[in-house]
């Protein structure tokens, strides 16, 4: 940025190295020139270039994700976003087992993720989905989430009304339900009368 002089003698094969002091989370350009003779002959063009200083992750954020699942077509999405060096990559996975994700274009400020998940081959229960999104400096962060793949529906079962024959013109029924994840007092019901619609 020209505002630091630098120097510093090349080893035998012409290689030198020297410390460069960057700008924090922002952009430093640079100039080098080789002079001869220990620094008294001519002197090269210089060779410029920019490096970019980044050491803050990118954020990354799974989307419209239901508590419970199920079926060969679950969506799963993701979106990180990074306003330093860029998202250069972004990845779904299910515990252990990664999701073939379509990617937007990387690298760019924001990237969206989409894969679909067949859930049958997990089997029932709570399962970990995790993005994992990293920046083109490295910066890795990662984002996690619960989901439970339930394909057992529920019993439902009429625990009490008339039978047969009756001679009022209304009747009360009650009923009731099971269910191997969700608690009783959590089911919701619906009833109809002779084929109608549903309640």
């Not at 090349?10 to 290689?15: I, L, N, R, T, Y």
Request: no cysteine; proline share 9%.
């Amino acid at each position: 940025d020209a505002a630091t002089a630098l120097t510093g003698l090349a080893d035998a094969a012409g290689a030198f190295a020297l410390p460069v002091p960057l700008v924090p989370n922002a952009s430093t350009s640079f100039a080098g020139s080789a002079t001869t003779h220990a620094g008294e002959g001519l002197a090269s063009p210089p060779a410029e270039a920019t490096l970019t200083h980044d050491d803050r992750a990118p954020s990354v954020s799974l989307q419209d994700l239901p508590e419970f699942v199920r079926g060969t077509d679950v969506a799963v999405r993701a979106q990180a976003t990074d306003d330093g060096s860029q998202v250069a990559s972004l990845a779904l996975s299910v515990g252990t087992q990664p999701l073939a994700a379509a990617l937007s274009p990387t690298p760019a400020a924001s990237v969206s993720a989409t894969a679909l998940w067949n859930t049958i081959p997990f089997g029932e229960g709570p399962h970990r989905l995790t993005a994992m999104a990293s920046d083109q400096a490295g910066n890795l962060v990662t984002t996690s989430r619960v989901v439970t793949v339930d394909t057992t529906p529920p019993d439902t079962l009429i625990t009490g009304g008339p039978s047969g024959p009756v001679s009022t013109s209304t009747v009360t029924f009650s009923f009731g339900g099971t269910d191997h994840l969700t608690p009783a007092g959590s089911l919701r019901f619906a009833w109809r009368l002779d084929g109608g619609p549903w309640s």
